[in-house]
């Protein structure tokens, strides 16, 4: 989105506030809970299969109640999602938008990206056995 007149991009607050309500919602949920929670992923309900993304809510409840060990048991990209999801919450990228750009470029988006991709396909290779 950009700023009026100033040629700018910012960042829309309505991404930062669903990123902060995340984050709140994972605190506020009691540890545990979610693991007797009805399976709500769409992918995960018509293949029996993981998604690249199941897990997260479980991981950032556990790391926000204290369980690193578990958060990172539910999804090993959780505990760095959530650090990043407070990131932007708190805008801390636009109070150090040297920082925000170096987390923005190519290589490390590429690096991330990569994770995600090596982490969902060693997930689906654990379901499948």
Known sequence: ????????RSDP???????????LAALLVPAGKLDRAPVMCPFRRVTGLPCPTCGLS????????????????????????????A???LGIHEASPELGARLRSRPLLGA???A??????????AARS
């Open 58 to 85: 479980r991981s950032w409840t556990a790391l926000l109640h204290g369980h690193p060990r578990e958060s990172i048991s539910f999804h090993p990209l959780g505990p760095l999602t959530a650090a990043a999801a």
């Open 1 to 8: 989105m950009l700023e009026a007149g100033s040629g700018r």
């Open 13 to 23: 607050i309505p991404y930062r506030l669903i990123a902060g309500l995340a984050l």
């Open 87 to 89: 990131f932007f919450a």
């Open 116 to 125: 995600w991709v090596a982490v969902w396909l060693s997930r689906l290779r």
């Open 112 to 114: 991330a990206v990569a």
